[in-house]
């Protein structure tokens, strides 16, 4: 597909189990779900997705794929300005994947793709435990971590980056 060529989708495919999920610029979320943290990014994809689980964003990825779209993922959209543009595209807006747990025993957490430091770092604080987090309390875990994770405690203890285990990723 040609990057410029705009994609003519009537959203009228979009099944019922997605319907929920979807919201187009017909629809009155779109200001609210298309809008990023930098609030001078003047987002225009062709639908904001709002997944709540993994299963959600296969069914968007494949739903997507075969309408011709492009697909990509923001969390809290802190570096929103460096996407290119969002023509032909779907913004998964992963803020809903937002489950935190927290392993004491083995000193892990495993997040969702939308959790910020804050979440991690109060489920943490329960066990005594701190977070390799920033300063920004309303940062994404993943954008942070995928930038290297550079926080107070990265001294002695290294980058976020350094201390991931494993990733569950969806691929088109």
Do not use: C
Request: hydrophobic residues 50%; glycine residues 8%; without cysteine.
């Amino acid at each position: 597909m040609n990057p410029n060529q705009t994609v003519h989708t009537s959203f009228e495919s979009i099944p019922a189990l997605l319907d929920a999920l979807i919201v187009t610029p017909q629809d009155d979320r779109w200001n609210d779900a298309r809008q990023a943290w930098n609030l001078t990014v003047d987002q225009q994809p062709a639908a904001v997705a709002l997944p709540e689980t993994t299963d959600d964003v296969i069914d968007i990825v494949r739903w997507a794929s075969a309408e011709g779209l492009r697909v990509t993922a923001q969390g809290t959209g802190h570096a929103a300005a460096a996407n290119a543009s969002l023509r032909n595209t779907v913004l998964v807006k992963t803020a809903l994947l937002n489950d935190v747990r927290i392993d004491a025993d083995l000193l892990r957490a495993r997040v969702g793709a939308g959790v910020i430091w804050s979440e991690v770092s109060s489920a943490a604080a329960e066990f005594g435990l701190a977070a390799l987090a920033g300063s920004g309390p309303d940062v994404g875990v993943v954008g942070y971590t995928l930038g290297g994770g550079v926080s107070w405690l990265a001294r002695r203890y290294g980058l976020a980056a350094n201390s991931v285990l494993a990733v569950e990723l969806v691929l088109p």
